[in-house]
């Protein structure tokens, strides 16, 4: 497995060799639905979430895909990230300050060629800087909130497909 570093990951991914074809792994997966997971199938995609009793603002999911190789084994890429509906939102909000970082310095690049002053300007702009940081601070503190359940989606994922250990990227 390549390990990256794991300074600015957010939505840490993972890959792991299999023996065998990807339908037999996939078929591992159709009755696991267990509380207090939720388990879904499209094509070679797995998705594995929480129910709504033990999910929380915070928690991830766990999105892993099943290939086969042309030597008749598969390999499976993971992906660990937030409710797609939340990391949606954040990625809004996140074009949205920069949208407004670029016209706060359209503006300010206008008001300094007029002769105008553009102090007002360059404030918003540090806003929009110390908002960007304020995001990711946020989705740092939600990786951290949701650090034990994506040990828990890990464990799942490994009792399904028999393998013995894996490590991922947190």
């Not at 070679?44 to 991830?60: C, D, G, L, Q, R």
């Not at 099943?66 to 390999?75: L, R």
Request: aromatic fraction near 14%.
């Amino acid at each position: 497995m390549k390990v990256l570093p794991n300074e600015i990951i957010l939505r840490p991914r993972f890959q792991i060799n299999l023996n065998g074809p990807a339908k037999s792994v996939l078929q591992l997966f159709e009755n696991a639905d267990t509380p207090p997971f939720i388990v879904k199938i499209s094509d070679h995609h797995v998705f594995i979430k929480f129910n709504k009793a033990k999910s929380h603002f915070w928690s991830p999911q766990l999105q892993i895909e099943v290939v086969d190789q042309e030597n008749g084994d598969s390999i499976i890429y993971g992906l660990f990230g937030p409710n797609p509906t939340l990391w949606t939102f954040f990625m809004f909000v996140h074009f949205g300050v920069a949208t407004l970082f670029i016209i706060f310095g359209v503006w300010a690049y206008s008001n300094n060629a007029l002769g105008k002053g553009i102090g007002l300007q360059l404030g918003l702009m540090a806003l929009m800087v110390v908002a960007w940081v304020v995001l990711y601070v946020f989705g740092r503190i939600g990786k951290r909130k949701g650090k034990p359940q994506m040990h828990q989606l890990h464990e799942f994922m490994l009792q399904h497909t028999k393998v013995e250990s894996s490590e991922f990227l947190v």
